[in-house]
């Protein structure tokens, strides 16, 4: 019961962090993008977070912004990667998080965000 309790904080919590940095990308950039701790629960609860983050329509900005901001409340502070790629001769973006060394494949880092 307890894990259940801890991974709906957890996903509620992204709900929120997923909404807001959604609001604050659009508003203010990537320079004034700030996000609450996550609530104290077990790393455990991440299940939670991968819920919504895998369920609810977001770009892969504002999922590597809400995962960096879970990781370092956990101790793993990550950084922010955006990469670009041409294929076929159309531009693509891409974000996710440095130590995931699969996502960015095929990309070429363009910026990187510091965890905070």
């Not at 894990?3 to 807001?20: D, E, G």
Request: glycine content about 8%; aromatic content about 6%; charged content about 25%.
């Amino acid at each position: 019961m307890r894990r259940a309790v801890s991974a709906l904080r957890a996903a509620v919590w992204s709900l929120y962090a997923l909404a807001l940095a959604r609001r604050q990308l659009r508003r203010s950039g990537l320079q004034e993008l700030r996000l609450p701790a996550p609530p104290l629960v077990p790393d455990e609860a991440f299940r939670g977070v991968r819920a919504i983050l895998g369920g609810r329509p977001s770009s892969c900005l504002e999922r590597a912004f809400v995962l960096q901001r879970w990781h370092a409340a956990h101790g793993r502070p990550q950084d922010v990667v955006i990469g670009v790629a041409k294929d076929n001769g159309e531009f693509r973006a891409h974000a996710w998080l440095a130590e995931d060394l699969e996502g960015g494949a095929g990309f070429r880092e363009l910026t990187r965000v510091e965890a905070r």
